[in-house]
């Protein structure tokens, strides 16, 4: 969208394009968990949070409908690169340690969630963008319910 950025709304803008990238890979992400994991608790809570990120996309082109911009659609590598890594992981590992896996690989792409969501929300503020800050914050919360429900999950998993 941008070869250069030259304002802070420009780089804003760019950024919220890489998030509604990184939306759309971490559904397919947790897609594919809830298919490949054994455990029911763990299926559901992929499925409920799939279901949450198809509204955080909505709110994020939301985002864009306020700014009065067509959503944009520039790649987020680190989610790809996140969501390949639990791929690799999940073929070489042993079906015992599958759940634990897939756990860990959702957990990192949360994690990078929850910075991204961080910095826009501070950007947002910055540049006086009231509405569009409310709609990060509500997605930015489902995104800390889920790492908090993740993490938990985890611990249970490795034995901590
Ligand atoms: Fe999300
Ligand atoms: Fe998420």
């Known amino acids: 969208m941008f070869e250069?950025?030259?304002?802070?709304?420009?780089l804003f803008t760019?950024?919220?394009g890489t998030l509604l990238s990184a939306e759309h890979d971490s559904l397919s992400m947790l897609e594919d968990?809830?298919?490949?994991v054994d455990g029911d608790d763990l299926k559901q809570l992929f499925h409920h949070h799939a279901d949450e990120t198809?509204?955080?996309i909505a709110n994020v082109?939301?985002?864009?409908?306020?700014?009065?911009?067509?959503?944009?659609?520039?790649?987020?590598?680190?989610t790809r690169g996140l969501a390949k890594e639990a791929d690799t992981l999940i073929?070489?590992?042993?079906?015992?340690?599958?759940?634990?896996?897939?756990?860990?690989?959702?957990?990192?792409t949360e994690h990078y969630e929850i910075a991204t969501y961080t910095?826009?929300?501070d950007m947002a503020q910055?540049?006086?963008?009231?509405?569009?800050?409310?709609?990060?914050?509500?997605?930015?919360?489902?995104?800390?319910?889920?790492?908090?429900?993740l993490a938990a999950v985890e611990r249970q998993l490795v034995g901590a």
Do not use: W, Y
Request: proline residues 8%; negative net charge; glycine residues 4%.
């Open 126 to 149: 910055a540049q006086g963008h009231t509405e569009v800050v409310r709609l990060l914050q509500a997605n930015l919360s489902q995104e800390e319910a889920t790492c908090d429900k």
């Open 54 to 56: 198809r509204q955080q």
């Open 61 to 78: 082109e939301e985002c864009f409908r306020l700014l009065g911009m067509p959503p944009d659609d520039s790649p987020s590598p680190t």
């Open 14 to 16: 760019f950024r919220l």
């Open 4 to 10: 250069h950025f030259d304002t802070p709304n420009e």
């Open 33 to 36: 968990l809830e298919r490949v």
């Open 91 to 108: 073929r070489k590992s042993h079906p015992t340690l599958v759940d634990e896996v897939a756990v860990a690989g959702a957990l990192a």
């Open 119 to 121: 910095t826009l929300i």
